[in-house]
Protein backbone atom coordinates (compact mmCIF):
# COMPACT_ATOMS: atom_id res chain seq x y z
CA UNK A 1 0.00 0.00 0.00
CA UNK A 2 1.67 3.33 -1.11
CA UNK A 3 2.04 5.76 1.84
CA UNK A 4 1.43 9.54 1.41
CA UNK A 5 2.89 12.84 2.28
CA UNK A 6 1.60 15.27 5.11
CA UNK A 7 -0.45 18.37 3.18
CA UNK A 8 3.49 20.53 4.62
CA UNK A 9 5.70 18.95 2.71
CA UNK A 10 3.15 18.38 -0.77
CA UNK A 11 1.38 21.58 -1.19
CA UNK A 12 2.57 22.54 -4.68
CA UNK A 13 5.01 19.82 -4.56
CA UNK A 14 6.12 17.70 -6.88
CA UNK A 15 4.10 13.64 -8.48
CA UNK A 16 3.81 12.08 -11.43
CA UNK A 17 2.53 14.07 -14.38
CA UNK A 18 4.34 16.86 -13.11
CA UNK A 19 7.86 16.60 -14.65
CA UNK A 20 6.67 16.47 -17.98
CA UNK A 21 4.35 19.07 -17.60
CA UNK A 22 4.13 22.50 -18.27
CA UNK A 23 2.25 25.10 -19.74
CA UNK A 24 3.65 28.48 -21.53
CA UNK A 25 3.22 31.52 -20.51
CA UNK A 26 0.16 33.75 -21.70
CA UNK A 27 2.78 36.62 -22.28
CA UNK A 28 5.13 34.38 -23.73
CA UNK A 29 3.25 32.59 -26.01
CA UNK A 30 -0.89 32.82 -25.95
CA UNK A 31 -1.50 31.21 -28.66
CA UNK A 32 0.26 28.22 -27.18
CA UNK A 33 -0.68 28.44 -23.96
CA UNK A 34 -4.19 27.97 -25.00
CA UNK A 35 -2.81 24.75 -26.82
CA UNK A 36 -1.20 23.82 -23.50
CA UNK A 37 -4.40 24.21 -21.42
CA UNK A 38 -6.00 22.05 -23.45
CA UNK A 39 -3.60 19.31 -23.43
CA UNK A 40 -2.79 19.58 -19.79
CA UNK A 41 -6.43 19.74 -18.76
CA UNK A 42 -7.28 16.77 -20.88
CA UNK A 43 -10.03 18.47 -22.71
CA UNK A 44 -9.43 17.55 -25.85
CA UNK A 45 -7.06 16.10 -28.56
CA UNK A 46 -5.69 15.92 -32.36
CA UNK A 47 -7.36 13.50 -34.52
CA UNK A 48 -6.02 11.24 -37.16
CA UNK A 49 -8.39 13.21 -39.43
CA UNK A 50 -7.09 16.39 -40.36
CA UNK A 51 -8.59 19.43 -38.56
CA UNK A 52 -10.79 17.06 -36.48
CA UNK A 53 -10.63 16.94 -32.74
CA UNK A 54 -11.20 13.93 -30.14
CA UNK A 55 -12.97 15.53 -27.12
CA UNK A 56 -11.91 13.72 -23.92
CA UNK A 57 -14.04 13.12 -20.78
CA UNK A 58 -13.58 16.58 -19.20
CA UNK A 59 -14.43 18.41 -21.87
CA UNK A 60 -17.15 16.85 -22.75
CA UNK A 61 -18.55 16.24 -19.33
CA UNK A 62 -18.28 20.32 -19.82
CA UNK A 63 -20.26 19.99 -23.02
CA UNK A 64 -22.99 18.00 -21.41
CA UNK A 65 -23.30 20.68 -18.78
CA UNK A 66 -23.86 23.09 -21.22
CA UNK A 67 -25.96 21.25 -23.39
CA UNK A 68 -28.23 20.97 -20.08
CA UNK A 69 -28.07 24.62 -19.25
CA UNK A 70 -28.77 25.42 -22.97
CA UNK A 71 -31.54 22.80 -23.28
CA UNK A 72 -33.72 24.01 -20.00
CA UNK A 73 -33.47 27.49 -21.49
CA UNK A 74 -35.14 26.37 -25.31
CA UNK A 75 -37.69 24.16 -23.61
CA UNK A 76 -38.71 26.68 -21.27
CA UNK A 77 -39.13 29.05 -23.98
CA UNK A 78 -41.50 26.61 -26.26
CA UNK A 79 -38.86 24.52 -28.10
CA UNK A 80 -38.50 20.87 -28.77
CA UNK A 81 -35.50 18.33 -29.90
CA UNK A 82 -35.63 16.49 -33.18
CA UNK A 83 -33.01 15.29 -35.72
CA UNK A 84 -32.14 15.26 -38.83
CA UNK A 85 -29.91 13.62 -41.65
CA UNK A 86 -26.40 14.39 -41.37
CA UNK A 87 -26.56 13.82 -45.40
CA UNK A 88 -27.91 16.86 -47.40
CA UNK A 89 -28.61 16.42 -51.43
CA UNK A 90 -26.83 18.40 -53.43
CA UNK A 91 -29.51 19.64 -55.38
CA UNK A 92 -31.27 20.87 -51.83
CA UNK A 93 -27.93 23.38 -51.35
CA UNK A 94 -28.61 24.78 -55.09
CA UNK A 95 -31.87 25.89 -53.73
CA UNK A 96 -31.28 29.17 -52.01
CA UNK A 97 -28.23 30.59 -53.72
CA UNK A 98 -26.68 33.18 -51.40
CA UNK A 99 -26.44 30.21 -49.20
CA UNK A 100 -25.12 27.67 -51.38
CA UNK A 101 -22.27 30.57 -52.26
CA UNK A 102 -21.70 30.80 -49.02
CA UNK A 103 -21.06 27.24 -47.80
CA UNK A 104 -19.53 25.91 -51.23
CA UNK A 105 -15.82 26.31 -49.98
CA UNK A 106 -16.13 24.19 -46.84
CA UNK A 107 -18.21 21.12 -47.89
CA UNK A 108 -17.61 17.79 -47.84
CA UNK A 109 -19.07 15.62 -50.44
CA UNK A 110 -20.29 12.29 -50.55
CA UNK A 111 -20.04 10.94 -54.19
CA UNK A 112 -19.75 7.07 -53.71
CA UNK A 113 -20.96 4.49 -51.48
CA UNK A 114 -18.48 1.18 -51.39
CA UNK A 115 -15.31 0.31 -51.16
CA UNK A 116 -13.54 -2.25 -53.23
CA UNK A 117 -10.58 -4.41 -52.67
CA UNK A 118 -8.59 -3.64 -56.13
CA UNK A 119 -5.25 -5.18 -56.65
CA UNK A 120 -4.49 -5.79 -52.84
CA UNK A 121 -5.83 -2.33 -51.49
CA UNK A 122 -9.11 -0.70 -50.00
CA UNK A 123 -10.19 1.21 -52.71
CA UNK A 124 -13.64 3.26 -53.89
CA UNK A 125 -15.33 1.01 -56.21
CA UNK A 126 -15.89 3.09 -58.97
CA UNK A 127 -18.94 1.79 -59.62
CA UNK A 128 -20.68 2.62 -56.51
CA UNK A 129 -21.16 6.45 -57.84
CA UNK A 130 -24.26 8.11 -56.05
CA UNK A 131 -26.95 9.26 -58.65
CA UNK A 132 -26.96 12.67 -56.81
CA UNK A 133 -24.13 13.71 -54.30
CA UNK A 134 -24.34 14.22 -50.93
CA UNK A 135 -23.19 16.71 -48.51
CA UNK A 136 -22.09 15.99 -45.43
CA UNK A 137 -24.05 18.58 -42.84
CA UNK A 138 -22.41 22.28 -42.80
CA UNK A 139 -25.63 23.52 -41.63
CA UNK A 140 -29.12 21.87 -41.86
CA UNK A 141 -31.50 24.88 -43.26
CA UNK A 142 -32.16 23.16 -46.66
CA UNK A 143 -32.72 19.52 -45.40
CA UNK A 144 -35.16 20.71 -42.51
CA UNK A 145 -36.88 22.99 -44.34
CA UNK A 146 -37.79 20.10 -46.77
CA UNK A 147 -39.19 18.41 -43.77
CA UNK A 148 -41.20 21.79 -42.91
CA UNK A 149 -42.95 21.21 -46.27
CA UNK A 150 -44.62 18.43 -45.25
CA UNK A 151 -45.41 19.67 -41.41
CA UNK A 152 -47.11 22.95 -42.33
CA UNK A 153 -50.58 23.16 -44.05
CA UNK A 154 -52.16 26.24 -41.83
CA UNK A 155 -51.41 28.55 -39.36
CA UNK A 156 -52.41 26.11 -37.14
CA UNK A 157 -49.43 24.07 -37.26
CA UNK A 158 -47.48 27.63 -36.47
CA UNK A 159 -45.18 28.37 -34.90
CA UNK A 160 -42.65 25.46 -35.51
CA UNK A 161 -40.26 25.61 -32.52
CA UNK A 162 -37.55 22.88 -33.33
CA UNK A 163 -34.07 22.55 -32.02
CA UNK A 164 -31.51 19.80 -32.89
CA UNK A 165 -28.22 19.00 -31.33
CA UNK A 166 -25.89 17.05 -33.84
CA UNK A 167 -22.34 17.52 -35.41
CA UNK A 168 -21.80 18.92 -38.07
CA UNK A 169 -18.64 19.25 -40.84
CA UNK A 170 -17.15 22.36 -42.48
CA UNK A 171 -13.64 21.61 -44.43
CA UNK A 172 -11.49 24.76 -42.35
CA UNK A 173 -8.14 24.84 -43.98
CA UNK A 174 -6.84 26.39 -40.65
CA UNK A 175 -8.40 24.80 -37.32
CA UNK A 176 -7.95 25.20 -33.71
CA UNK A 177 -9.07 22.89 -31.14
CA UNK A 178 -12.76 23.91 -30.20
CA UNK A 179 -12.37 27.45 -32.08
CA UNK A 180 -12.55 26.23 -35.12
CA UNK A 181 -12.15 23.02 -36.67
CA UNK A 182 -14.01 20.76 -39.53
CA UNK A 183 -16.60 18.68 -37.48
CA UNK A 184 -17.78 20.26 -34.42
CA UNK A 185 -20.83 19.57 -31.98
CA UNK A 186 -23.78 22.31 -31.87
CA UNK A 187 -27.19 22.91 -31.37
CA UNK A 188 -28.83 24.36 -34.00
CA UNK A 189 -32.91 25.98 -33.98
CA UNK A 190 -35.00 26.40 -36.64
CA UNK A 191 -38.24 27.69 -36.48
CA UNK A 192 -40.95 28.34 -38.79
CA UNK A 193 -43.58 31.47 -38.09
CA UNK A 194 -46.90 32.85 -39.78
CA UNK A 195 -45.39 36.69 -40.09
CA UNK A 196 -42.10 38.30 -39.88
CA UNK A 197 -43.03 40.22 -36.67
CA UNK A 198 -43.36 36.60 -34.90
CA UNK A 199 -40.09 35.76 -36.37
CA UNK A 200 -38.17 38.92 -35.65
CA UNK A 201 -39.19 38.02 -32.12
CA UNK A 202 -38.14 34.68 -31.70
CA UNK A 203 -34.27 35.86 -33.48
CA UNK A 204 -34.09 38.95 -30.23
CA UNK A 205 -35.77 35.59 -28.13
CA UNK A 206 -32.97 33.54 -28.21
CA UNK A 207 -30.32 36.18 -29.08
CA UNK A 208 -31.26 37.23 -25.29
CA UNK A 209 -31.13 33.35 -24.16
CA UNK A 210 -27.50 33.15 -25.37
CA UNK A 211 -26.99 36.26 -23.50
CA UNK A 212 -27.93 35.62 -20.54
CA UNK A 213 -26.63 32.05 -20.40
CA UNK A 214 -23.34 33.46 -21.15
CA UNK A 215 -22.97 36.15 -18.25
CA UNK A 216 -24.64 34.23 -15.95
CA UNK A 217 -23.67 30.27 -16.65
CA UNK A 218 -20.59 30.87 -18.50
CA UNK A 219 -19.58 34.31 -16.46
CA UNK A 220 -18.64 35.82 -19.69
CA UNK A 221 -20.31 39.49 -20.68
CA UNK A 222 -21.10 39.89 -24.02
CA UNK A 223 -22.26 42.67 -26.25
CA UNK A 224 -25.13 41.48 -28.34
CA UNK A 225 -25.36 43.38 -31.87
CA UNK A 226 -26.45 42.95 -35.55
CA UNK A 227 -23.93 41.79 -37.87
CA UNK A 228 -23.00 43.87 -41.26
CA UNK A 229 -23.96 42.62 -44.44
CA UNK A 230 -21.20 41.29 -45.06
CA UNK A 231 -20.32 39.28 -42.23
CA UNK A 232 -24.21 37.87 -42.37
CA UNK A 233 -25.44 34.16 -42.36
CA UNK A 234 -25.77 32.96 -45.97
CA UNK A 235 -29.33 33.30 -47.13
CA UNK A 236 -30.31 35.70 -43.86
CA UNK A 237 -31.78 39.09 -44.14
CA UNK A 238 -30.13 39.75 -40.75
CA UNK A 239 -27.75 38.27 -37.78
CA UNK A 240 -27.63 39.35 -34.88
CA UNK A 241 -24.21 38.12 -32.50
CA UNK A 242 -23.16 37.92 -28.87
CA UNK A 243 -19.22 38.79 -28.91
CA UNK A 244 -16.96 38.53 -25.81
CA UNK A 245 -13.42 39.54 -25.66
CA UNK A 246 -10.33 37.35 -24.55
CA UNK A 247 -7.72 37.43 -21.99
CA UNK A 248 -5.74 38.98 -25.16
CA UNK A 249 -8.06 41.76 -26.29
CA UNK A 250 -9.23 39.70 -28.98
CA UNK A 251 -12.99 38.95 -29.67
CA UNK A 252 -14.77 36.27 -30.04
CA UNK A 253 -18.31 35.13 -31.18
CA UNK A 254 -20.28 33.02 -29.09
CA UNK A 255 -23.52 32.99 -30.25
CA UNK A 256 -25.63 33.87 -33.54
CA UNK A 257 -29.28 34.40 -34.33
CA UNK A 258 -30.65 34.84 -37.89
CA UNK A 259 -33.90 36.11 -39.53
CA UNK A 260 -34.16 34.41 -42.56
CA UNK A 261 -36.87 35.88 -44.17
CA UNK A 262 -39.23 33.82 -46.35
CA UNK A 263 -35.47 33.21 -48.61
CA UNK A 264 -35.71 28.91 -47.44
CA UNK A 265 -39.53 28.67 -47.01
CA UNK A 266 -39.39 30.05 -50.94
CA UNK A 267 -36.61 27.77 -51.70
CA UNK A 268 -38.67 24.55 -50.08
CA UNK A 269 -42.13 25.98 -51.51
CA UNK A 270 -43.37 25.85 -47.85
CA UNK A 271 -46.75 27.59 -47.64
CA UNK A 272 -49.45 27.74 -45.20
CA UNK A 273 -52.87 28.90 -45.42
CA UNK A 274 -53.24 31.99 -43.16
CA UNK A 275 -56.47 33.03 -40.88
CA UNK A 276 -57.56 35.09 -43.76
CA UNK A 277 -57.49 32.06 -46.45
CA UNK A 278 -54.86 33.02 -47.98
CA UNK A 279 -51.54 30.94 -49.19
CA UNK A 280 -48.57 32.63 -47.49
CA UNK A 281 -44.61 31.79 -47.38
CA UNK A 282 -43.19 30.70 -43.54
CA UNK A 283 -40.95 33.10 -42.10
CA UNK A 284 -38.16 31.54 -40.83
CA UNK A 285 -35.34 31.98 -38.18
CA UNK A 286 -32.23 29.40 -37.69
CA UNK A 287 -30.07 30.11 -34.20
CA UNK A 288 -26.80 28.07 -33.16
CA UNK A 289 -23.81 28.09 -30.56
CA UNK A 290 -21.23 25.11 -30.63
CA UNK A 291 -18.26 23.67 -28.37
CA UNK A 292 -16.19 26.66 -29.32
CA UNK A 293 -17.84 27.65 -26.28
CA UNK A 294 -15.14 25.70 -24.47
CA UNK A 295 -12.71 27.95 -25.82
CA UNK A 296 -14.20 31.25 -24.79
CA UNK A 297 -14.19 29.22 -21.22
CA UNK A 298 -10.75 28.80 -21.70
CA UNK A 299 -9.18 32.13 -22.94
CA UNK A 300 -11.50 34.36 -20.46
CA UNK A 301 -11.30 32.54 -17.20
CA UNK A 302 -7.88 30.40 -16.98
CA UNK A 303 -4.58 31.40 -16.06
CA UNK A 304 -0.75 30.18 -15.79
CA UNK A 305 -1.52 27.38 -13.81
CA UNK A 306 -4.02 25.78 -15.64
CA UNK A 307 -7.95 25.95 -16.37
CA UNK A 308 -10.22 27.68 -14.37
CA UNK A 309 -14.02 26.98 -14.68
CA UNK A 310 -17.04 29.06 -13.14
CA UNK A 311 -18.70 26.91 -10.61
CA UNK A 312 -21.81 26.43 -13.26
CA UNK A 313 -19.97 24.57 -15.62
CA UNK A 314 -17.20 22.93 -13.34
CA UNK A 315 -17.97 18.89 -13.92
CA UNK A 316 -16.45 18.47 -10.59
CA UNK A 317 -17.26 21.33 -8.18
CA UNK A 318 -15.23 20.18 -4.83
CA UNK A 319 -12.35 17.46 -4.66
CA UNK A 320 -11.51 15.98 -1.20
CA UNK A 321 -7.76 14.65 -0.92
CA UNK A 322 -7.02 12.24 1.86
CA UNK A 323 -4.13 12.96 3.17
CA UNK A 324 -2.05 10.36 5.67
CA UNK A 325 1.45 8.63 7.01
CA UNK A 326 0.16 5.40 8.09
CA UNK A 327 -2.49 3.06 7.92
CA UNK A 328 -4.42 3.81 10.98
CA UNK A 329 -4.43 7.61 9.94
CA UNK A 330 -5.62 6.22 6.45
CA UNK A 331 -8.66 4.90 7.75
CA UNK A 332 -10.07 7.77 9.93
CA UNK A 333 -8.92 10.21 7.16
CA UNK A 334 -10.69 8.45 4.80
CA UNK A 335 -13.60 8.24 6.94
CA UNK A 336 -14.23 11.42 7.54
CA UNK A 337 -13.58 12.16 3.52
CA UNK A 338 -16.66 10.14 2.91
CA UNK A 339 -18.46 11.51 5.40
CA UNK A 340 -17.56 15.31 3.69
CA UNK A 341 -17.80 13.71 0.39
CA UNK A 342 -21.64 12.78 1.11
CA UNK A 343 -23.03 15.74 2.71
CA UNK A 344 -21.64 18.05 0.19
CA UNK A 345 -23.38 15.80 -2.60
CA UNK A 346 -27.01 16.27 -0.23
CA UNK A 347 -26.36 19.88 -1.07
CA UNK A 348 -26.62 19.00 -4.99
CA UNK A 349 -23.16 18.96 -5.46
CA UNK A 350 -20.97 17.26 -7.76
CA UNK A 351 -17.83 15.93 -5.46
CA UNK A 352 -15.29 13.12 -5.90
CA UNK A 353 -13.13 11.50 -3.45
CA UNK A 354 -9.57 11.24 -4.43
CA UNK A 355 -8.63 8.06 -3.12
CA UNK A 356 -6.37 7.06 -5.19
CA UNK A 357 -3.39 5.18 -3.86
CA UNK A 358 -0.94 5.25 -6.87
CA UNK A 359 -0.65 9.14 -6.38
CA UNK A 360 1.57 11.82 -3.87
CA UNK A 361 -1.13 14.48 -2.41
CA UNK A 362 0.94 16.85 -4.47
CA UNK A 363 0.14 15.48 -7.92
CA UNK A 364 -3.29 15.23 -6.91
CA UNK A 365 -3.04 19.06 -6.40
CA UNK A 366 -1.83 19.87 -9.42
CA UNK A 367 -4.09 17.23 -11.58
CA UNK A 368 -7.65 18.92 -10.05
CA UNK A 369 -6.00 22.37 -10.37
CA UNK A 370 -4.78 21.91 -14.07
CA UNK A 371 -8.38 20.64 -14.47
CA UNK A 372 -10.50 23.92 -12.92
CA UNK A 373 -12.01 21.99 -10.31
CA UNK A 374 -13.10 24.82 -7.78
CA UNK A 375 -12.88 23.62 -4.49
CA UNK A 376 -10.32 21.69 -3.26
CA UNK A 377 -10.62 20.13 0.58
CA UNK A 378 -7.71 18.46 1.89
CA UNK A 379 -7.90 16.30 4.99
CA UNK A 380 -5.19 15.07 7.25
CA UNK A 381 -5.09 13.77 10.78
CA UNK A 382 -4.39 17.02 12.40
CA UNK A 383 -7.55 18.41 10.94
CA UNK A 384 -9.49 15.89 12.39
CA UNK A 385 -8.43 16.84 15.71
CA UNK A 386 -8.61 20.42 15.27
CA UNK A 387 -12.51 19.75 13.81
CA UNK A 388 -11.56 21.78 10.70
CA UNK A 389 -11.44 21.32 6.73
CA UNK A 390 -8.98 22.82 4.57
CA UNK A 391 -10.45 24.75 1.48
CA UNK A 392 -8.18 26.09 -1.05
CA UNK A 393 -10.20 27.91 -3.80
CA UNK A 394 -8.91 27.64 -7.44
CA UNK A 395 -9.72 31.29 -7.94
CA UNK A 396 -9.61 34.00 -5.56
CA UNK A 397 -10.22 37.68 -7.00
CA UNK A 398 -7.55 39.76 -6.82
CA UNK A 399 -7.43 43.36 -4.91
CA UNK A 400 -5.96 46.01 -6.13
CA UNK A 401 -2.51 46.25 -4.74
CA UNK A 402 -2.70 43.15 -2.67
CA UNK A 403 0.33 40.87 -1.55
CA UNK A 404 1.02 37.62 -3.40
CA UNK A 405 1.09 36.53 0.79
CA UNK A 406 -2.21 37.45 1.87
CA UNK A 407 -3.74 36.26 -1.81
CA UNK A 408 -2.33 32.62 -0.78
CA UNK A 409 -4.07 33.42 2.46
CA UNK A 410 -7.45 33.89 1.19
CA UNK A 411 -6.95 30.90 -1.31
CA UNK A 412 -6.34 28.41 1.04
CA UNK A 413 -8.07 28.65 4.67
CA UNK A 414 -8.71 26.60 7.54
CA UNK A 415 -12.20 26.51 8.52
CA UNK A 416 -14.57 24.78 10.95
CA UNK A 417 -16.05 21.49 9.70
CA UNK A 418 -19.46 22.50 9.74
CA UNK A 419 -18.97 26.36 8.58
CA UNK A 420 -16.99 24.93 5.57
CA UNK A 421 -19.88 22.53 4.42
CA UNK A 422 -22.87 25.22 5.13
CA UNK A 423 -20.82 28.20 3.66
CA UNK A 424 -19.79 25.91 0.31
CA UNK A 425 -22.63 26.68 -1.85
CA UNK A 426 -22.22 30.68 -0.86
CA UNK A 427 -18.43 30.05 -1.61
CA UNK A 428 -18.89 28.82 -5.16
CA UNK A 429 -21.66 31.38 -6.14
CA UNK A 430 -18.94 33.84 -4.84
CA UNK A 431 -16.50 32.48 -6.79
CA UNK A 432 -19.18 32.59 -9.86
CA UNK A 433 -19.55 36.10 -9.49
CA UNK A 434 -16.18 37.04 -8.87
CA UNK A 435 -15.33 35.67 -12.43
CA UNK A 436 -17.66 37.43 -14.39
CA UNK A 437 -16.98 40.58 -12.23
CA UNK A 438 -13.03 39.97 -13.63
CA UNK A 439 -14.17 39.18 -16.85
CA UNK A 440 -15.95 42.21 -16.88
CA UNK A 441 -13.50 44.30 -15.37
CA UNK A 442 -10.96 42.87 -18.02
CA UNK A 443 -12.84 43.61 -21.03
CA UNK A 444 -13.68 47.23 -20.01
CA UNK A 445 -9.84 48.00 -19.43
CA UNK A 446 -9.00 47.06 -23.02
CA UNK A 447 -12.39 49.08 -24.45
CA UNK A 448 -11.91 52.56 -26.08
CA UNK A 449 -14.04 55.19 -27.55
CA UNK A 450 -11.95 56.26 -30.78
CA UNK A 451 -12.90 59.00 -33.09
CA UNK A 452 -9.84 59.19 -35.31
CA UNK A 453 -7.68 57.19 -37.18
CA UNK A 454 -4.34 57.72 -35.70
CA UNK A 455 -5.91 57.03 -31.99
CA UNK A 456 -7.08 53.66 -34.37
CA UNK A 457 -3.66 52.80 -34.98
CA UNK A 458 -2.02 53.39 -31.69
CA UNK A 459 -4.76 51.43 -29.65
CA UNK A 460 -3.88 48.38 -32.24
CA UNK A 461 -0.67 48.93 -33.16
CA UNK A 462 0.57 49.67 -29.79
CA UNK A 463 -1.42 49.38 -27.27
CA UNK A 464 -2.13 45.77 -27.48
CA UNK A 465 -6.24 46.44 -28.81
CA UNK A 466 -9.09 45.67 -27.78
CA UNK A 467 -12.85 46.93 -28.29
CA UNK A 468 -12.63 50.31 -30.48
CA UNK A 469 -16.03 51.91 -30.01
CA UNK A 470 -15.64 53.98 -33.65
CA UNK A 471 -18.09 55.50 -35.63
CA UNK A 472 -17.85 53.70 -39.61
CA UNK A 473 -19.76 54.79 -42.42
CA UNK A 474 -17.15 53.02 -45.33
CA UNK A 475 -18.07 50.71 -48.05
CA UNK A 476 -17.01 46.76 -47.93
CA UNK A 477 -13.55 47.50 -49.68
CA UNK A 478 -13.02 50.04 -47.40
CA UNK A 479 -13.78 47.99 -44.31
CA UNK A 480 -11.07 45.01 -46.28
CA UNK A 481 -8.62 47.80 -46.57
CA UNK A 482 -8.45 47.99 -43.01
CA UNK A 483 -9.32 45.03 -42.10
CA UNK A 484 -5.30 44.26 -44.10
CA UNK A 485 -3.63 47.50 -42.39
CA UNK A 486 -5.23 46.64 -38.63
CA UNK A 487 -6.75 42.87 -39.16
CA UNK A 488 -9.47 44.20 -37.81
CA UNK A 489 -12.95 43.64 -38.58
CA UNK A 490 -16.41 44.80 -37.52
CA UNK A 491 -17.53 42.51 -34.98
CA UNK A 492 -20.93 43.92 -34.56
CA UNK A 493 -23.36 47.09 -34.88
CA UNK A 494 -24.53 46.90 -30.94
CA UNK A 495 -28.53 47.26 -29.97
CA UNK A 496 -29.44 50.20 -28.26
CA UNK A 497 -29.16 49.06 -24.47
CA UNK A 498 -25.60 47.69 -25.37
CA UNK A 499 -24.09 51.48 -26.02
CA UNK A 500 -22.31 52.91 -23.16
CA UNK A 501 -23.41 56.75 -22.67
CA UNK A 502 -20.28 58.28 -23.92
CA UNK A 503 -20.80 56.41 -27.41
CA UNK A 504 -24.09 57.62 -27.99
CA UNK A 505 -25.19 59.60 -30.83
CA UNK A 506 -24.18 60.47 -34.32
CA UNK A 507 -20.61 61.49 -35.71
CA UNK A 508 -18.12 61.06 -38.38
CA UNK A 509 -16.18 57.99 -39.75
CA UNK A 510 -12.60 57.41 -38.57
CA UNK A 511 -11.69 56.81 -42.34
CA UNK A 512 -13.67 58.62 -44.97
CA UNK A 513 -15.25 61.77 -42.57
CA UNK A 514 -18.66 60.81 -43.80
CA UNK A 515 -21.59 61.23 -41.38
CA UNK A 516 -22.79 57.76 -39.73
CA UNK A 517 -25.54 57.63 -37.35
CA UNK A 518 -24.10 55.61 -34.85
CA UNK A 519 -20.76 53.86 -33.19
CA UNK A 520 -19.55 50.16 -34.07
CA UNK A 521 -17.33 47.67 -32.40
CA UNK A 522 -13.81 47.13 -34.26
CA UNK A 523 -11.78 44.35 -33.42
CA UNK A 524 -9.30 42.07 -33.70
CA UNK A 525 -11.06 38.37 -33.69
CA UNK A 526 -10.45 34.41 -33.32
Not at 302 to 309: A, M, W, Y
Not at 340 to 346: D, G, W, Y
Amino acid sequence: MGKQESPQKTEGGGGKGQADASITPRSQDYSQWYLDIIKQAELADYSAVRGCMVIRPHGYAIWEKMQRELDDRFKATGHQNAYFPLFIPLSFMAREEEHAAGFAKECAVVTHHRLKNIDGTVQVDPDSKLEEPLVVRPTSETIIWNAYRNWIQSYRDLPLLINQWANVVRWELRTRLFLRTAEFLWQEGHTAHASEAEAIEEVRRMLDVYADFAEKVMAVPVIKGHKTPGERFAGALDTLCIEAMMQDGKALQSGTSHYLGQNFSKAADVKFLSREGKLEYVYATSWGVSTRLIGALIMTHSDDNGLILPPKLAPIHVVIVPIYRKDDERARVLDEAAKVQAELRAQGLSVRLDDRDTLQPGAKFYEWEMKGVPVRIEIGPKDLEKGVLCVVRRFVQERDGEAQEELRKRKKTFTPRAEAIAGMRELLDGMQRDLYERARVMRDRRTRIIDTLDDFEKFFKHEGGGFAWVHWAGSPEQEEELSRRFETTIRCIPLDDQIPEGARGAGVCILTGKPSPQRVIMAKAY
